[in-house]
C-alpha cells in the first residue's frame, strides 16, 4: 500500500498526526499518536522489551532527554554531528546537499562527505535550485542537535540527545560497579530522541523528535564469542553484500560465521532481530541486512549492517547494527577524566570495553508494521496486525441500541477485560459499519450480542482476517480468544 493511503488512515482515524495541528505554523517533523496508534507502539515496544531486552538478558535503563554538553563533546556531536546544507543564491531556499545530488544524479553522496566534495558534485550534475532552477551557493556543515539552556542565573548549555545509546555510555561506569555483572553486558534503553533536521520528511521516517530502542553491548574485545550463539545459529538472515550485489540466498547465522561473512556477534543479534521483526508481522522476504562498508560505515566502526524494510518508499532502514570498538568509551574516558575501564577476570588487567549496538527507531518499525499489514479486498480495508500488536484483542458490539443489549454488552466487555483482553466497545452506527471501522485498526476479532443473546448466552465471534463467524456461549468466551489468539 503507498504511502498517501496509510496517511490519510492515520489522519482519519487519528492514529498519526501533526504535533501542535491546531496553530496554524507549527514546526514540521513533531508527530503524536493517538489512542490507536500509542497502543500499537506500545505493544511494539512491549515485544522488543520481551523478544529483545529479556531474552538476551540485557539490563534497561531510562535516562535523561537532556544532557550536558560535555557528552556531546565526547560522543562527537558537538564537532560533527552536522548535515551538508546547500542554499540558493537567489530564492534562499535550502537543501541538504546528499539528498539533493542523490535525487538528481542518482549517485550516492553520503553524509559525511567534507563540503569541498559536495560542492564538486554539484558543479558536475550541475545541481540547481529545486524551487527556482537558480545556482546553489556553496555546502555547509549544519549541527543537528537542538541546544537548550538550563538555569536561571548562570545558564549552562546542554542538548537534547540526538540518541539515546549517550546515557547508557555515561552511566556504563556506575552501572558496572552496582548491578554486579561482568562482560558482555547488554544495556537497553528505550526513549526520545531530538534532531534538528533540515527537510523532515515522510512523517515519522524522519521526523525531529522520534523514539529510539538502543542496545548496547559491551565486550571484550579478547573475548568475540557469544555464549548463546547456539540458541540462534540455524536461524536464516536474509543479507545483501556491501558492493550492492545480488542479495545471498537466505543462510544460517552458523553458515554465515563459517563463511567469514560476519562475526559472531553479528550473526547473533542480527539474527535476534530478524526474528523480533517477523514477530512484529513483517514478512522476512521483506527485510534485509545490508553491509555497509568505505564511505557509508562510521569511521570508528569496524563491522556495520543495516537492517532494512521494503515499503512503498523503498528500503527503510530501521535497525543500524555496528560494532563501534572501544571509540565511546575511551572518548567518554577521556573527556570525563573519569576511569571507565574494567579488569578482566583471567589476565586481571585493565581494558576499555568493546560495543556491539542495535540501534533500532521505534517509529519507523510502527510505519513498516502498519504498512505491511494494510490489506484491501474491494471496498473493504483492514490491517492483518498480530494479535499482541493491535490495538485492542477485541471489540464487542451490542448488534442494536435497545432492548437490553448494550447492558448485555457491557457486561460481555468487563469479563473480556478482567480476563486480560485490552477490549474495546462501541454502540454508535450499524453493526456493518463498526467491523469496517474495527478492520481499519486491526482488532482481531469481534464479539456481537445479538437478541439470541438474551435467552442463549451466547455471541458471534467475526475473524478480522476471513470474515467468518462462530457462535460461542459466554462462559466459553475467554477460553476461545484464548484459543484463537495462540
Ligand atoms: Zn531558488
Given at each position: 500500500m503507498n504511502f498517501e493511503t496509510m496517511m490519510n488512515l492515520f489522519s482519519r482515524r487519528g492514529i498519526l498526526f501533526p504535533s501542535?495541528?491546531?496553530?496554524?505554523?507549527h514546526p514540521s517533523g513533531f508527530w503524536d499518536y493517538g489512542p490507536y496508534g500509542a497502543a500499537i507502539k506500545r505493544k511494539l515496544t512491549e515485544l522488543w522489551r520481551s523478544d529483545v531486552v529479556k531474552r538476551t538478558g540485557m539490563l534497561e535503563i531510562d535516562g535523561s532527554i537532556c544532557m550536558d554538553a560535555d557528552v556531546f563533546r565526547a560522543s562527537g556531536h558537538l564537532e560533527s554531528f552536522a548535515d551538508p546544507l546547500v542554499e540558493c543564491v537567489k530564492c534562499g531556499s535550502i537543501f541538504r546537499a546528499d539528498k539533493l545530488i542523490e535525487e538528481v544524479s542518482k549517485e550516492k553522496a553520503p553524509e559525511g562527505m567534507a563540503p569541498e566534495k559536495f560542492d564538486s558534485l554539484i558543479s558536475k550534475y550541475g545541481v540547481k535550485c529545486q524551487s527556482c532552477k537558480s545556482p546553489l551557493g556553496k555546502t555547509r556543515k549544519f549541527n543537528m542537535m537542538f541546544r537548550v539552556s538550563v538555569g536561571a542565573s548562570k545558564p549552562q548549555d546542554a542538548y537534547l540527545r540526538p540518541e539515546t545509546c549517550q546515557s547508557i555510555f555515561a552511566d556504563f561506569p556506575r552501572l558496572m560497579k552496582v548491578m554486579k555483572k561482568s562482560l558482555p553486558v547488554g544495556i537497553a534503553q528505550v526513549g526520545k530522541s531530538f534532531r534538528n533536521e533540515i527537510s523532515p520528511r515522510n512523517a515519522v521516517i524522519r521526523a525531529r523528535e522520534f523514539t529510539q530502542a538502543e542496545a548496547e553491548i559491551f565486550f571484550d574485545p579478547g573475548k568475540p564469542g557469544v555464549e548463546k550463539f547456539k540458541d540462534m545459529e540455524n536461524y536464516r538472515l536474509n543479507l545483501k553484500s556491501a558492493k550492492d550485489r545480488a542479495d545471498y540466498a537466505p543462510v544460517t547465522a552458523k553458515e554465515a560465521v563459517n563463511k567469514k561473512m560476519m562475526s559472531e556477534f553479528a550473526a547473533y543479534y542480527l539474527s535476534v532481530m530478524q526474528q523480533f521483526l517477523v514477530k512484529c508481522g513483517?514478512?522476512?522476504?521483506?527485510i534485509r541486512n545490508r553491509q555497509l562498508d568505505g564511505e557509508?560505515?562510521?569511521?570508528?566502526?569496524?563491522e556495520s549492517w543495516d537492517t532494512e524494510v521494503k515499503t512503498s518508499l523503498g528500503w527503510v532502514e530501521i535497525v543500524a547494527n555496528n560494532n563501534r570498538t572501544d571509540y565511546d568509551m575511551s572518548a567518554h574516558g577521556k573527556i570525563s577524566g573519569k576511569d571507565v575501564s574494567v579488569v578482566s577476570a583471567e589476565t586481571n588487567e585493565k581494558f576499555v570495553p568493546h560495543i556491539w549496538e542495535i540501534s533500532m527507531g521505534m517509529d519507523r518499525l510502527f510505519y513498516c508494521v502498519m504498512e505491511s499489514s494494510y490489506k484491501k479486498e474491494g471496498e473493504r480495508a483492514y490491517l492483518s496486525l498480530p494479535s499482541y500488536i493491535a490495538p485492542y484483542h477485541v471489540a464487542v458490539f451490542p448488534l442494536v441500541n435497545k432492548d437490553g443489549l448494550p447492558g448485555k454488552g457491557a457486561e460481555v466487555a468487563a469479563v473480556l477485560s478482567s480476563a486480560g483482553f485490552d477490549t474495546d466497545s462501541e454502540t454508535k452506527d450499524s453493526i456493518g459499519k463498526r467491523y469496517a471501522r474495527a478492520d481499519e485498526i486491526g482488532i482481531p476479532f469481534c464479539i456481537t450480542v445479538d437478541n439470541e443473546t438474551m435467552s442463549d448466552n451466547a455471541v458471534t465471534i467475526r475473524h478480522r482476517d476471513t470474515k467468518n463467524q462462530e457462535r460461542v456461549k459466554i462462559n466459553e468466551l475467554a477460553c476461545k480468544l484464548r484459543e484463537l489468539m495462540d
Open positions: 501542535s495541528e491546531i496553530y496554524d505554523n513483517l514478512p522476512a522476504e521483506k557509508e560505515r562510521a569511521f570508528y566502526a569496524k
